[in-house]
C-alpha cells in the first residue's frame, strides 16, 4: 500500500509502515498543511491492525527544521493560534500512543517541533553527521509538541531544563550521550532493517500491550504538559524577546536579549 499526500509520503510493507515527512525545499518545516496530513497518516495506520511497526523519517536533507515560522510569524490573532497548536497537540498525542512500536530515524537536522515528534517515537535512530536542536529558547519561545514531558522522560527533569535553556545545536554523538538519541550509526538503512529484525523476533504484541499500559498510566500528565505548552506559547509570542529573536532570525545576527 502507497499513499502520497503532497506534504507526507506514506508507504505501508506488510506490517512495516513507512512514514516520510515531504517538504524538502523547506528542510521538511513543519506547516499546517503538512501537520493535517501528518495527523490523518497517524489516524490510518494506527487503526490499521496489521501494521506492528512505524518508521518516521524524513524526505531530502532533514529528518525535520521544526515548525515553519513564516506560518506561525502570520498567525496573529489568539483563537487562530489556539487552533493552530490544537492540530499540533494533536498529532502528537496520536503518535505518543500510537498502538504499533515506533522508531524516528533522523538524518540532518531534527529541530524545535521536529525533535519533539522524534522524541515521541519508542526508538531514535540518528546517522553520524545529524543536527539535535530543542532549540526553542532561540527565538524566545518555549518548546511544545510535548518537548517538555518527552524530553524530561528521556534525559530527567533537571538535564531537560539545561538542554532547552541552552538551546544549541548538538551533534548526533552528544545527543546519544545525553540519551536523547539511543543510538548513533553510520547508515540509517541497515540499522533501521535490523531494529525491526530484532522485534519481530520477540513477541511484538506483548511488547506493544506494555507500551499502551504505560500510555494510559501518563495519559494525564502528557496532556496537561501539552496544555501548558499552548498557553505558555503565546504568552511568549507577546514577549519582546521573542520578537527580537524573530527579527534577528530573519536579519541572520545574533539576538539581543532583555528579558523582557
Given at each position: 500500500?502507497?499513499?502520497?499526500?503532497?506534504?507526507?509520503?506514506?508507504?505501508?510493507?506488510?506490517?512495516?509502515?513507512y512514514l516520510n515527512f515531504n517538504r524538502p525545499d523547506a528542510l521538511n518545516a513543519l506547516n499546517l498543511e503538512m501537520i493535517t496530513a501528518l495527523t490523518d497518516n497517524l489516524k490510518a495506520i494506527a487503526m490499521d491492525e496489521a501494521v506492528k511497526i512505524l518508521v518516521v523519517s524524513g524526505n531530502g536533507r532533514a529528518f525535520s527544521a521544526g515548525g515553519d515560522i513564516k506560518e506561525m510569524l502570520a498567525v496573529q490573532d489568539e483563537k487562530e493560534f489556539s487552533h493552530f497548536m490544537d492540530h499540533?497537540?494533536?498529532?502528537?498525542?496520536i503518535l505518543a500512543a500510537m498502538p504499533k512500536?515506533?522508531?524516528?530515524?533522523?538524518?540532518?537536522?531534527?529541530?524545535?517541533?521536529g525533535l519533539?515528534?522524534?522524541?515521541?517515537?519508542d526508538y531514535?535512530?540518528?546517522?553520524?553527521?545529524?543536527?539535535?536542536?530543542?532549540?526553542?529558547?532561540?527565538?524566545?519561545?518555549v518548546p511544545d509538541g510535548g518537548g517538555h514531558y518527552l524530553l524530561r522522560c528521556r534525559v530527567g527533569q533537571e538535564k531537560a531544563k539545561k538542554i532547552i535553556w541552552e538551546g544549541k545545536v548538538m551533534p548526533a554523538d552528544e545527543a546519544e550521550q545525553l540519551g536523547i538519541v539511543d543510538e548513533v550509526v553510520p547508515q540509517l538503512k541497515p540499522a533501521i532493517d535490523r531494529k525491526i529484525t530484532e522485534?519481530?523476533?520477540?513477541?511484538?504484541?506483548?511488547?506493544?500491550?506494555?507500551?499502551?499500559?504505560?500510555?494510559?498510566?501518563?495519559?494525564?500528565?502528557?496532556?496537561?504538559?501539552?496544555?501548558?505548552e499552548k498557553h505558555g506559547q503565546w504568552k511568549m509570542r507577546q514577549t519582546k524577546d521573542h520578537l527580537e529573536g524573530?527579527?534577528?532570525?530573519?536579519?541572520?545576527?545574533m539576538p539581543h536579549f532583555t528579558g523582557e
Open positions: 500500500m502507497i499513499s502520497t499526500y503532497e506534504t507526507m509520503q506514506l508507504e505501508i510493507k506488510d506490517d512495516i509502515a499540533i497537540n494533536e498529532a502528537v498525542s512500536l515506533t522508531i524516528a530515524a533522523i538524518h540532518g537536522p531534527a529541530a524545535g517541533l519533539s515528534l522524534a522524541l515521541a517515537c531514535v535512530i540518528s546517522d553520524a553527521d545529524s543536527k539535535i536542536a530543542m532549540n526553542f529558547i532561540g527565538i524566545g519561545l522485534w519481530k523476533a520477540k513477541p511484538i504484541l506483548a511488547m506493544i500491550k506494555t507500551k499502551k499500559i504505560y500510555t494510559e498510566l501518563n495519559r494525564p500528565e502528557f496532556n496537561k504538559s501539552l496544555e501548558l524573530i527579527q534577528a532570525f530573519v536579519e541572520k545576527r
